[in-house]
Structures are given as C-alpha cells and as structure tokens.
C-alpha cells in the first residue's frame, strides 16, 4: 500500500493531541509562542476581517487572539485537536477539520493567518504556500514559524535516513526563507525564538544565519507580492 501523508499526518497528530493540550497554554503565555500574536497583531485589525489558524491544535492560540476582538477560524488536520479546541468556541472562534492542502473556504477570506510549526509537516511546502495565497485579502499577511535547527520535533524526520516515510519536510530556516522569495512572498520581518541558555546579549552580535542556526522556533511575516485571484 502506498504511503498516504494526509492519513498518517492526522494519526500522527491525534496521537500527540494530549501532549499538546497539556503543554499549549505555556507555549502561547510564557514559552516559544509568547510573542506570535503581539507580533502580528502590529499588522492586523479587528475589523479587517477574520484571521485563520491553520494547525491551530487545541485552539489555545485562536482563542487567546479571539479574546483581542478578532474573529478567528481554526483548522487542523485531526479529529482529536479540533475536538479538543472546540472547548473554546466563542461568538468570535470557531473550528474546522481539515487539510491545509484544501483550504475550505471562499477566496480572499481572511486578512491574515497563522501557520506556526505547519509548513515542514505537509508533503509539499511550496505547493502550500502558493495555494495559500488566494485565500488572503489584499494586504494580508501570514505569520509562519517553523522549527528551528535546535528543536526537539525534528527528531520525528530523523527515520527518513532508514528510508522509512516520515510526515515532516524539516527545512532550514535560510531554506524556508528562500522558498518563500522564490514562491513569491515579501518577508517584512522574521525573528527567532532560542534554545534556553542563548542570551540576547549572544544574538545580538552575531549574523542573520547564526542566529537562525541558534533558534528554536523562526518566525516570519510575509505578504504575497501580488493578488491571486
């Protein structure tokens, strides 16, 4: 039987939804993922129209930009995290399961999105971020993270050297950024988030690619170049 990334991503995240739901709430407060939404909250407002959060997991994050008066739909591939997410639902948040791959909504639905740790998880990167395009506004914009060369997650590529199918494209984050520039996005910022023990006063003189090589976690912010239509 051939492979099939979509069925083995889901089980792989349903399986790892009880973990993630005991761990999401520091990660987004206090941890890796504290300074995502005051990031990209810069760029948004609540008017302009809902905000999707692909992988969104147990919803912590959707919810706590939701609590800021933005109306925000979640996604995510398995069955286990959006059930466990729709513990949040509000007026302004709801839920969907479903592949990033097929995004289930009308062109130009939303003014921004979050894809934090989701690009490396899909079979296809570029095929990804060139479909996302068409479902944003004009202006808008995507928070991307993905792992950074210090985190424990890409442990789960490291069969792929056995020859055995993996669900995660572990990119380096000067790959990510110019897959990005080649798939036609303007980066309008990017930061890292590092291991423990790495200082500011360590990054603060060291180049772009050795801090990236330090991260834990690289954001970056990026508009399409043109409307898609």
């Known amino acids: 039987m051939s492979f099939n990334w979509h069925t083995a991503c889901a089980a792989h995240w349903s399986k790892m939804s009880d973990n993630w739901k005991a761990n999401s709430k520091e990660m987004w407060d206090t941890g890796s993922r504290q300074t ?65 791959r097929e995004l289930p909504f009308e062109k130009h639905s939303f003014q921004a999105m979050m894809a934090i740790n989701v690009l490396e998880w899909t079979d296809s990167p570029r095929d990804m971020l060139l479909a996302w395009k068409s479902f944003l506004k004009p202006n808008g914009i995507i928070a991307l993270g993905i792992l950074g060369p210090t985190a424990a997650p890409r442990e789960h590529g490291y069969r792929r050297l056995y020859g055995d199918d993996v669900v995660i494209n572990t990119m380096m984050p000067w790959e990510c ?53």
């Open 177 to 229: 950024g110019r897959l990005l520039e080649e798939s036609g996005y303007t980066i309008i910022h990017q930061e890292g988030v590092y291991k423990r023990g790495v200082t500011s006063d360590m990054v603060n003189t060291l180049s772009l690619e050795l801090c990236q090589s330090l991260s834990f976690l690289w954001m970056f912010y990026i508009r399409p170049n043109t409307i898609i239509e």
């Open 36 to 100: 995502i939404i005051p990031k990209l909250v810069e760029w948004i407002s609540p008017d302009a129209g809902p905000v999707l959060d692909i992988g969104c997991g147990d919803g912590y994050g959707s919810s706590k930009l939701a609590a800021l008066g933005y109306e925000v739909v979640g996604l995510d591939i398995s069955e286990e995290m959006i059930q466990k997410a729709a513990e949040h639902t509000t007026p302004h948040l709801s839920f969907v399961c479903a592949d990033a």
